[in-house]
């Protein structure tokens, strides 16, 4: 978290910094990047950077930390837009996010994050994205129609977006990772959230042993 003298920063300032901070993660992965470019960038001095983040990782973890509030408020408005159907919603918000790819900063920004992080960041960036994808189910699990799913409880329902946000962030690394089109990465996604909303084993077929499996 950045610190307070960051917020007390002017928008223009604060714009200012985070383009630099920006422009520098999309040059280099995490490891590579270098707080003197950034400085540089933003045309202020080193020491001034320290006033406002505890350290490169900070930095990068808010920039990360915006982009998911962005995402959040499109989801939102989504889930509106489609009348509470969750899978529509995930589609249209896939749709959003890969599109920021037809910038080649954004895209090499997104390709840095998700393939080059080290393991401390990535484990910092796990924990903060679990706690917010908690909060953020408390803030819409009302909006949710649940008519059409065959969940009992809140508690399935969770679970069914934490699947849904699971296939979100792996296709999203397989289009930064293999290079694809916003047309193939859409077209596989869509395939991935179809047959998930279909379902993957026939209901007769389906044992209550199932969750008593144990795997020696």
Known sequence: MPKPTFFNLSEEKKAN????????????PYNEALISNIVKSASIARGSFYQYFEDKEDAFLFLLDEHIENNKAYFIHSLQKFNGDLFLTYIEMFHYMI???????????????FLNMNHKVESRFTRKFNDKDIKHF??????????????????????VMRILTAVTIHNLVETCAKELTIEESLKIYTKEIHLLKKGLVQEEVISSNDTNIHIN
């Open 138 to 159: 408390l803030e819409i699990k009302d909006m949710v129609r649940k008519d059409n799913l065959t969940i009992t409880d809140e508690q399935e329902l969770f679970h």
């Open 17 to 28: 910094l985070l383009k630099a901070i920006k422009k520098e993660f999309s040059r280099a």
């Open 99 to 113: 599109m920021k790819f037809e910038n080649q900063e954004d895209r090499a920004f997104f390709k840095n994050a």
